[in-house]
Structures are given as structure tokens and as C-alpha cells.
């Protein structure tokens, strides 16, 4: 099937999020606000680790975590060529987001420490 729209919309947020836990933690996530009736296509994390290797998301509408948006999706972070210790992970999610809003992103890693500064979020309406 054919995409339609175009992927020209995105939206940076920046902070410091430091995940350690395999697991999803309530208070470990950077939030984003999105127009009504688009389709959420890729996020890109971006910062530092140590020891990790995976990176696991779960996008919700609330920061608590609980009202999921996009279950758990797990990526390979893409190590930088000159600093071994930058990574990006990059989530194709292709979901439709009907309200308009503020989505919480939450993180967990593999292993190590994954602190992560930047999320992108791309959109086509």
C-alpha cells in the first residue's frame, strides 16, 4: 500500500534522561507534544551509554506510563564512527495518533547506562 502525506513535520525535544533499569521506569521518560490526526512515524533517541547495546521504548498519553500509545520496541543503537560512546536508536512506529496531545516517551536499555539528550519525532499529517 502506498504512504500517503509527508514526512516533513518533526519535533526535538531535549533534556537528560539517564536509564540504568531493564525495566520501564515511571520517571524516566521526555515528553513530546503532536498535533490531532497524524501518523507518528519514526523516533530517534540520541546521547551517551556505556555497556549498552539495545534500547527499548514504549510510548504512552500519560507520564505514569500506563494509557500505551506504542508497545515496547526494541532497537540496536547505532554507535558513532569518531566517539564510540554516542549512540542513536532509530523506532519505526507507523502509528496513528487521533488526539491532540502530549505523548511520553519511556526508555530502558539491555545492559550499562544509556543517557539519552534528544528525541525526534517525525509525523505526516
Known amino acids: 500500500m502506498a504512504q500517503t502525506g509527508q514526512l516533513n513535520k518533526q519535533k526535538i525535544v531535549t533534556g537528560s534522561v539517564s536509564v540504568t533499569s531493564t525495566s520501564y521506569d515511571a520517571a524516566k521518560y ?6 490531532s490526526n497524524i ?15 539495545k534500547v527499548s521504548i514504549q510510548v504512552s498519553r500519560d507520564a505514569a506510563g500506563d494509557d500505551i500509545l506504542i508497545p515496547s520496541t526494541e532497537a540496536t543503537l547505532a554507535i558513532g564512527t569518531t566517539t564510540a560512546s554516542v549512540g542513536v536508536a532509530m523506532f519505526e512506529v507507523e502509528t496513528n495518533i487521533y488526539t491532540q496531545g502530549e505523548i511520553f516517551i519511556h526508555a530502558k536499555v539491555d545492559a550499562g547506562t544509556y543517557t539519552w539528550t534528544k528525541a525526534e519525532v517525525y509525523w505526516r499529517e
Open 39 to 53: 501518523t507518528l512515524s519514526l523516533i530517534r533517541l540520541s546521547g551517551t551509554f556505556a555497556t549498552t547495546t
Open 30 to 35: 521526555l515528553s513530546v507534544e503532536l498535533p
